[in-house]
């Protein structure tokens, strides 16, 4: 089994800015692919921001050039700066992960999501 733990959300005001963290622990061998995806009140769960491994990153069009996804290999760790925040990035975060365990099976776990509100 894997955790993850996430932190940072809040209330911010338009154009502001927020750090997200999620940490992962327990049974991990290796790690591949993490990412954040968040759910506004009424819409579908959407992608915000992947992360490989060796860093390569995806973004959806709505976030790029004001988020950056990032991550501690060693810490098992994995962030999200977001700038520039807009009334419309309000929902609930979520971080998940792709985590090999020492079993040799690769699992997806997600985290319990952590609210991010902007508004004046």
């Known amino acids: 089994q894997v955790q993850l733990s996430e932190s940072g959300g809040g209330l911010v005001q338009p154009g502001g800015s927020l750090r997200l963290s999620c940490a992962a622990s327990?049974?991990?061998?290796?790690?591949?692919?993490m990412g954040w995806r968040r759910q506004a009140p009424g819409k579908q769960r959407e992608l915000v921001a992947t992360?490989?491994?060796?860093?390569?990153?995806v973004y959806v069009d709505s976030v790029k050039g004001r988020f950056t996804i990032s991550r501690d290999n060693a810490k098992n760790t994995m962030y999200l700066q977001m700038n520039s925040l807009k009334p419309e990035d309000t929902a609930v975060y979520y971080c998940?992960?792709?985590?090999?365990?020492?079993?040799?099976?690769?699992?997806?776990?997600w985290g319990q999501g952590t609210q991010v509100t902007v508004s004046s």
């Open positions: 327990g049974d991990i061998y290796s790690t591949n692919v």
């Open positions: 992360i490989t491994f060796d860093g390569s990153t």
């Open positions: 998940y992960g792709n985590f090999k365990g020492n079993d040799g099976s690769t699992r997806s776990y």
